[in-house]
């Protein structure tokens, strides 16, 4: 039987390729496997460098001409020539008639010169092309001089022409991922100047581009198939569609629908992103003037001296130097959220306090309040347009669906769709449960096993799996991984069609009884989550119910609670049927909102604040957000009471079986745990600390490991690493990069 390493070999060309089969079957091992990562790195580093190969050669002018020229110059091969060491061609078996024989021979024509060995570079000319003179046996003579070579035709030309490769020389976004990369040995330091977009050196200080526009629109994506241009400009009081590419005239007004994202680059090198619903207008006068109306942007403003830029909302303003942040304007509140430098914000009355790097000012009726802000990375993660999604990453939410005919060892693509998926989410204080329920169908006429993979949040436990069986629903039973594999094999194995002489690859457990459609959950790795199910019938779904809890993330005297989903980039993820239903208790009256999706208050349920949203059809764009503000959200000492009893007891009957691998303290422990009746409490101790209000240049030190065991993947991780540290620095801050080699 192969090892996973030859299996990774074998199938090396799939996994550059960016097979999502493959790398879903490999993904564990090249997690765990140094050489096979290093193997598939350096093959899809090796098929990068060959797409580009010659492409920045440059042909003579006039190579097409002198290469017709010189083809129609050379002499006519007779049939019976022959290359050094090839036996003549054999006699044609219809010989014509001969042709007349001049009286005298033709001088023999003198030997072509040798060619130069000697190679050219790629911007040097071709000089003259000697003309090519094959071997030839003794062949009449028909006439002593040899008619003009035609020219070629316009025709000859249109058809041989080379096909010019354009390739565009963009600079890096930092020039530290090659300067500091030659520097490494040295350890040199040096001072981040580097331009935080990527088509000037630096900040401009010109206020339009050449063709007298104001920036560009250089990106845009959108959760829809509908081909629509999501993003319009007001131009002579119009709305207009503003296509990929398209100049921003001065004083422009934009505004995007509720499935379009779409980047800006404007003249001084600042770059901004709008989300969704997002209403921004720049002044006719200084583009680096902006009025966010409504809607959520990152800005990353280039410094520009004596050009101060600022982002004016309904209910302030922000004062920006060189920076990059997050912006949030409804009509009660303005949210910021700074990666990196610092701004500051001043609400209606003149009140001003300055938000730095790592926290979250907040301007909510006649108050501002600045806090830490964990998790930023979150926050701008969404604006990072373009960038590609690796294969093997799960869709956020939905998850990644894959089946294949039971005892298959490659997978292909049987037609299984996602019917329905349903969120229900109940927070209650700081403590939010979220329930999944999954469909899937098969359209096919095999019976089929699923695999569907899913990401957890990185705070969340898992604490529920059920499947759907005669009716119901069976709740899953915690076992040891391995015995639960080897059970599933010996399941598998049983429903696998197959010859009586075929040999076990694999060791399974074959347990005694009635095995209906078993399901199994098994962790992967971080907060990836693989589920099996078997079987799904043909012409059929099957339906599973998955539950997690986790801690809601305060942000500063409000909460925010996010059900992750994707920003589908083509309108290609679809569920057929989507529901979502979140109640939440303990939020003051009146303050708990939604964002990214159309949620509506459900005013039937008065012992909590509801919101529901259902959509057939469904296309996912982006995360589905709830804020909410607890009840005396900044006191610093909050309490809630939970009633007891609800813990559940493990299943009794699956609980006696014999060896199937339950541990029996595990069930113990459930046990205990469904005994105790008693209520809980929860405690939150949000403790009035004073604020970090240093701010000054700093020195960095970055060491990398430079050695022999570093080659290959783990090194350009490491560089790609430092690059995006370097990046994220204050501009006035110095760095030195130190490589280190045993």
Not at 284 to 304: C, K, N, S, W, Y
Not at 309 to 332: C, E, H, N, Q
Not at 438 to 460: H, I, K, M, T
């Amino acid at each position: 039987m192969p090892t996973e390493c030859e299996l990774v070999s074998d199938e090396l060309a799939e996994l550059v390729a960016g097979d999502s089969a493959a790398i879903a079957r490999h993904a564990d091992h090249l997690a765990g496997c140094d050489d096979c990562r290093d193997a598939r790195y350096e093959a899809t580093r090796l098929a990068e460098l060959l797409a580009g190969a010659g492409a920045d050669h440059v042909p003579a002018p006039d190579l097409l001409e002198r290469v017709l020229a010189a083809a129609a110059a050379a002499p006519q091969v007779s049939p019976s020539a022959t290359l050094p060491g090839m036996a003549p061609a054999a006699p044609a078996a219809v010989v014509a008639a001969p042709a007349p024989v001049a009286a005298a021979a033709a001088p023999v024509a003198a030997a072509a010169p040798p060619p130069s060995t000697e190679a050219l570079s790629h911007a040097e000319t071709i000089p003259q092309l000697p003309a090519v003179m094959l071997p030839t046996a003794a062949a009449p003579v028909q006439s002593q001089t040899q008619p003009q070579a035609p020219a070629p035709s316009a025709s000859q030309r249109a058809r041989l022409a080379p096909v010019p490769i354009d390739r565009a020389r963009t600079r890096s976004r930092v020039w530290l991922a090659v300067g500091a990369a030659a520097a490494l040995a040295a350890g040199g330091t040096g001072l981040y100047l580097a331009t935080r977009g990527d088509d000037a050196p630096g900040g401009s200080s010109g206020r339009t581009l050449a063709d007298g526009s104001i920036g560009t629109l250089q990106n845009i994506e959108r959760a829809a198939a509908d081909k629509a241009d999501g993003i319009s400009v007001r131009i002579n009081g119009a709305w207009q569609p503003l296509r990929r590419g398209g100049a921003l005239p001065a004083g422009a007004e934009l505004r995007t629908d509720a499935f379009t994202r779409a980047q800006l680059a404007l003249a001084d090198g600042t770059k901004l992103v709008l989300d969704h619903h997002t209403e921004l207008a720049l002044d006719p006068a200084e583009p680096r003037q902006l009025r966010l109306t409504t809607g959520r942007l990152v800005a990353d403003v280039a410094h520009v001296a004596d050009r101060p830029a600022s982002i004016a909302t309904p209910m302030g303003r922000i004062d920006v130097l060189g920076t990059r942040f997050s912006v949030t304007a409804t009509d009660a509140l303005t949210a910021v959220q700074v990666v990196r430098g610092t701004v500051a914000l001043s609400d209606r009355q003149g009140k001003r306090e300055e938000v730095r790097a790592g926290e979250e000012g907040l301007i909510e009726g006649a108050s501002i309040s600045v806090s830490a802000a964990p998790g930023l990375h979150r926050e701008v993660e969404w604006s990072e347009l373009g960038r590609p999604q690796a294969a093997d990453d799960a869709a956020a939410g939905l998850g990644q669906l894959r089946a294949y005919k039971p005892g298959e060892k490659r997978d292909r693509d049987w037609n299984l769709a996602l019917a329905r998926h349903d969120v229900k989410v109940r927070i209650v204080g700081p403590v939010a449960r979220t329930e999944i329920t999954e469909a899937f169908r098969n359209d096919s006429d095999q019976q089929l096993e699923g695999v569907y993979q899913f990401p957890l949040p990185a705070d969340a436990q898992i604490d529920g799996l059920q499947l759907d069986v005669a009716g119901g629903f069976e709740a899953g039973a915690f076992v040891d991984k391995q015995r639960a594999a080897k059970i599933w094999r010996g399941v598998i194995d049983k429903a696998t069609p197959k010859r009586i002489d075929q040999p076990l690859t694999q060791e399974i457990i074959w347990v005694d009884g009635s095995w209906r459609d078993p399901a199994m959950l098994d962790w992967k790795r971080g907060g990836r989550f693989e589920l099996r199910i078997f079987p799904i019938p043909a012409k059929g779904q099957r339906t599973i119910k998955l539950s997690y809890t986790q801690i809601v993330t305060p942000r500063g005297p409000w909460r925010q609670y996010i059900y992750p989903l994707p920003h589908s980039k083509d309108g290609s993820t679809v569920a057929d049927q989507f529901t979502a239903d979140v109640e939440v208790r303990g939020a003051a009256p009146g303050l708990v909102r939604a964002a990214g999706y159309d949620l509506k208050a459900d005013p039937k349920r008065q012992d909590a604040t509801a919101l529901a949203f259902s959509q057939t059809g469904f296309v996912p764009r982006g995360d589905l957000v709830i804020d909410y503000r607890a009840a005396d959200g900044d006191a610093e000492l909050r309490a809630w009471t939970f009633g007891g009893g609800a813990a559940a007891a493990p299943d009794e009957k699956l609980a006696e079986k014999k060896n199937v691998g339950i541990d029996p303290a595990v069930v113990a422990a459930q046990r205990t745990v469904a005994a105790d009746v008693r209520p809980t409490a929860v405690l939150a101790l949000r403790p009035s600390l004073p604020r970090w209000r240093e701010s000054r240049p700093r020195d960095y030190a970055i060491v990398i490991d430079a050695s022999q065991s570093m080659v290959g993947e783990r090194y350009a991780r490491a560089s790609k690493l430092v690059s995006t540290i370097v990046d994220e620095m204050d501009r006035r801050d110095r760095f030195t990069v130190l490589a280190c080699d045993s």
